[in-house]
Every structure is written in structure tokens, then in C-alpha cells.
T-cell receptor, first 116, second 114 residues
Framework: EAGVAQSPRYKIIEKRQSVAFWCNPI?????LYWYQQILGQGPKLLIQ????????DSQLPKDRFSAERLKGVDSTLKIQPAKLEDSAVYLC??????????????FGPGTRLLVL | AQSVTQLGSHVSVSEGALVLLRCNYS??????LFWYVQYPNQGLQLLLK??????LVKGINGFEAEFKKSETSFHLTKPSAHMSDAAEYFCAVSDRNNFNKFYFGSGTKLNVKP
């Protein structure tokens, strides 16, 4: 079974530029998550999709971050404009949706973003 | 809101020694609890999870964790450390009181000395 795919793996941009990350979840997984992991910290949930609907985006900085999941499969996360403090690893994860809270999340390798 | 505390951002043990990584949660309703491992430049991988069945949970690679409601803890242990166990370990909770929102602890980096 193929795992969660993410691209690009690394990205370097200057502040005020825009950037987009792509995620392809495990086939059949209805729930998709985007996390931000700043160096030295645990992952922080930015947004959670169930199929193509948003379940939770309470910690997404909506003035600069946006995400979509068209057709309930692939997802993109965009930052526009980027700030220095957005330097982090962006992790995508997916899980089978049973709605119990017990589901295992399967993580992609992450995209490492450096904002100069 | 739920919080997860991992005591010790860095833990160092000798190969063959006991591994103990600590995790405490804050909730009046016991959450679902997870331990994930992250190897360098890789995503997170589930080690084990507690979902209200047995309080002693066995996971992959010889790890286990015990849920203790009275102590609000879910510490991770392994009897004998191996060099390949060197990684960062994250405790996480799914808050059953809040739509199963997911929270990670800040992580503990495990170093294994030969």
C-alpha cells in the first residue's frame, strides 16, 4: 500500500513570497490533516478535512494560509504572503474516517520550508 | 483545552538499558492516547495507542505504555534500548470532550549510547 505522498520535500523562499504544498493521502482515507511542526516543537494541527469538507481549521492563520481538498482526495496548502515565522516542516496525514477519535494517522515525509 | 506534557526534551540511555519516556495529559475525561516516533527527515509513525481497552498497551519494536488514570499518565517504556531506537518520540491525545481534536506533546529526543 502506498503511503502519504508530499511534494516538494524542501522549499526556500523569501518573505512575502507565496508557496504551495501538495499532499496525496492513502487511497480510501477520507480524513486528511495538515500540521505545522516548528523546530523543537510537536506538530500543531492547522486544518482537518473529512472528504472535501473542513472539520477543524481553528488554528489556521486564515489571513495568509489557505487549504483545499478538491474531490476529497488530493490537497494543497498555500501560504501567501510568507513570513519568517512560517519556517517549519509541514506534515500531511490521513486516516480512515470512522469518527471515533481512535483512528491511526499515517504521515507523509513532510515539506521543509525555509523563509528568508 | 486538552494539553499534553512530555517531561524531558532529551533523554540519553546506554544500549541495553531501560527506556522510560514520560507523558501526562490534562483532562477530566480520559482521552485516547497515542505514541508516535519520528526518525530524522521522516514523517511520524504510530508506535501504539490506548483506546479504553487494556491499560497496558504493547506496540511495535518492543515498546509498551501503561495508562494510569489516577496519575493522568501514559509513559512509554522499553526494557532494553537498541541503537535503532534513537529518534524523537511524541505523545498525543484525541480529546473526547472536544470533537476528538488531536494534540501533540512537544516531543522527547532519545539518544542511545553504545
Amino acid at each position: 500500500e502506498a503511503g502519504v505522498a508530499q511534494s516538494p520535500r524542501y522549499k526556500i523562499i523569501e518573505k512575502r513570497q507565496s508557496v504551495a504544498f501538495w499532499c496525496n493521502p492513502i487511497s480510501g482515507h477520507a480524513t486528511l490533516y495538515w500540521y505545522q511542526q516548528i523546530l523543537g516543537q510537536g506538530p500543531k494541527l492547522l486544518i482537518q478535512f473529512q472528504n472535501n469538507g473542513v472539520v477543524d481549521d481553528s488554528q489556521l492563520p486564515k489571513d495568509r494560509f489557505s487549504a483545499e481538498r478538491l474531490k476529497g482526495v488530493d490537497s494543497t496548502l498555500k501560504i501567501q504572503p510568507a513570513k519568517l515565522e512560517d519556517s517549519a516542516v509541514y506534515l500531511c496525514a490521513s486516516s480512515l474516517d470512522r469518527g471515533t477519535g481512535m483512528e491511526t494517522q499515517y504521515f507523509g515525509p513532510g515539506t521543509r520550508l525555509l523563509v528568508l | 483545552a486538552q494539553s499534553v506534557t512530555q517531561l524531558g526534551s532529551h533523554v540519553s540511555v546506554s544500549e541495553g538499558a531501560l527506556v522510560l519516556l514520560r507523558c501526562n495529559y490534562s483532562s477530566s475525561v480520559p482521552p485516547y492516547l497515542f505514541w508516535y516516533v519520528q526518525y530524522p527527515n521522516q514523517g511520524l509513525q504510530l508506535l501504539l495507542k490506548y483506546t479504553s481497552a487494556a491499560t497496558l498497551v504493547k506496540g511495535i519494536n518492543g515498546f509498551e505504555a501503561e495508562f494510569k488514570k489516577s496519575e493522568t499518565s501514559f509513559h512509554l517504556t522499553k526494557p532494553s534500548a537498541h541503537m535503532s531506537d534513537a529518534a524523537e518520540y511524541f505523545c498525543a491525545v484525541s480529546d473526547r470532550n472536544n470533537f476528538n481534536k488531536f494534540y501533540f506533546g512537544s516531543g522527547t529526543k532519545l539518544n542511545v549510547k553504545p
